[in-house]
Structure formats: C-alpha cells, structure tokens
T-cell receptor, first 114, second 110 residues
C-alpha cells in the first residue's frame, strides 16, 4: 500500500546512545516532516524538508539532525539521546499543492530513553 | 504567538449521539484550518480542511466551519459510531509551519 513507512516501530535506548529513525514515502511528495508527539502537547515540528536537498528547523530542533537522502527518504538522527527525547516520533509527507500541510503520516516510532 | 486550543478530553459518548469538539485559534495572519484524526496505534490522517473564512470542510459525516469572527473551527457530527473512537487534532497552517492543538480523545460506547 502507498504511504509513509517508518522504521523502527519501537526502540529503547540508553542515555548517550545514538540512533537514526528512517522514513520513506512512495507518493512522490516534495515535502517531508518529522514531528514528536508528547502527552497533552499535540505534535511539535522538529525539522522539515520542502524539497529534495533542503532542510529547515522546526519548533524543537535541538538534539536532532536530519538528512533528506533523496525525494523518498528523510531520516532523523539523535546523536546523544537524552531522557527528554522519550516520545513518539511521526514522519509525514505532503504535496506542493498543500505546501506546509502534512497530509500523510507514518504509524510512528515509539522511542524510550533510559 | 500563533496557537491552537482544544477542549479537554476525554469525551465519552453513546453511539448515535451528537458530537461537538471545540477548537479556537490565535493567528497573526489568515491561516488554513484542519482537523486530523488519529486511530489507536496509527499516525494522523487529514480529516477535513478549510482555507478561508466561512468555508465548511466536511468528510465522513464530520463538518467544521471556519469562523473568523470567533476564531473557531469546531468539529461536529450528528451521529457518532463506535468506529469514530480516536484522538482528534485541530491544526492551523500559516507561513511555513503547521501548529497542532493538544488533541481530544473520543470514546464511543455501544
């Protein structure tokens, strides 16, 4: 099925470890996004990429880096994980027509930092 | 700054009851407004949208009207089903970002 695919679905890390969350979309969308979802706070934008080769900071970029590898893939890296980064992470994509409006979300990565 | 406020949940309704989830926004410009739905264990899905004042978005029996005078975008459905149990997020889009509300959890019981 077409859509946004995230891996892994679950991950437990120790403080200070690093990891990369992978995201791929097969809808030929230009825009891709990374959000984190925390209880009572809705979704907050970490980074976004309006097109291949460009990335921009969102609301909460500290502690994260991203790579727009190609049009399909947009990865999120935690260089030195901290307990405050325990969250559910969602990747999303959108079309040019609805710029800055994510239309399709992945199922999320549930990340726990001990 | 720009923000979105939603009614606190959880909301519990019986099947076939009427639903209203309140949403208000603050914005410096003229944002587009959205409702997203998140079913258990899944990502968000765009439910409906409105791009200018007095527009009505509708989908799957849900409706919301962009009210500029009251800066509101309340979600309504006349008769809810058990399958509507989910978390609903109001959001606004302006300039270069989308701002989400905290979400309202809805449980519909048979």
């Amino acid at each position: 099925n077409a859509g946004v695919t995230q891996t892994p679905k679950f991950q437990v890390l120790k403080t200070g470890q690093s990891m990369t969350l992978q995201c791929a979309q097969d809808m030929n969308h230009n825009s891709m996004y990374w959000y984190r979802q925390d209880p009572g706070m809705g979704l907050r934008l970490i980074y976004y990429s309006a097109s291949e080769g460009t990335t921009d900071k969102g609301e909460v970029p500290n502690g994260y880096n991203v790579s727009r590898l190609n049009k399909r893939e947009f990865s999120l890296r935690l260089e030195s994980a901290a307990p405050s980064q325990t969250s559910v992470y969602f990747c999303a994509s959108g079309t040019e027509l609805y710029s800055n409006q994510p239309q399709h979300f992945g199922d999320g990565t549930r990340l726990s930092i001990l | 700054g720009d923000s979105v406020t939603q009614m606190e949940g959880p909301v519990t309704l019986s099947e076939e009851a009427c639903l209203t989830i309140n949403c208000t926004y603050t914005a410096t410009g003229y944002p587009s407004l959205f409702w997203y739905v998140q079913y258990p264990g899944e990502g968000l899905q765009l439910l409906l949208k409105a791009t200018k004042a007095d527009d009505k978005g509708s989908n799957k029996g849900f409706e919301a009207t962009y009210r500029k005078e009251t800066t509101s975008f309340h979600l309504e459905k006349g008769s809810v089903q058990v399958s509507d149990s989910a978390v609903y997020f109001c959001a606004q889009s302006s300039y270069d970002k989308v701002i989400f509300g905290p979400g309202t959890s809805l449980s519909v019981i048979p």
